[in-house]
């Protein structure tokens, strides 16, 4: 393996092991869900989506230009991992800051 996937591996595992652990101290309401939690989730996954939609578009005029295949496959791969990282922290400053309801 190489060591992004090794790191990848690793830091998953101790994801794991520290919400095992803080579940453990601390049991009571540990994976409760309420209102706001579920509105930061909803807008986060909207800012993220929203770069998937654009990368299909993008996606879409590359192939009507007839671009190599190799450059709309990595559009769409950038906007997905794109759409990851900025629900991501869409979802991070929600919860820092506070967000606007609409």
């Not at 579940?23 to 986060?44: C, F, H, L, M, Y």
């Not at 590359?62 to 991992?81: E, G, K, T």
Request: charged content about 15%.
């Amino acid at each position: 393996m190489a060591f992004e996937e090794k790191r990848a591996w690793v830091m998953a595992l101790v994801a794991i092991v520290v919400q095992v652990a803080l579940s453990t101290v601390s049991p009571e309401g540990a994976n409760e869900k309420d209102q706001r939690d579920r509105e930061i989730n909803r807008i986060g996954e909207h800012v993220g989506h929203s770069f998937v939609v654009v990368g299909g578009v993008a996606a879409l005029g590359m192939a009507l230009a007839q671009w190599d295949h190799f450059w709309i496959a990595n559009v769409i791969y950038l906007c997905f991992v794109l759409s990851a990282v900025v629900g991501s922290i869409a979802k991070i400053v929600a919860y820092g800051r506070g967000f606007q309801s609409w």
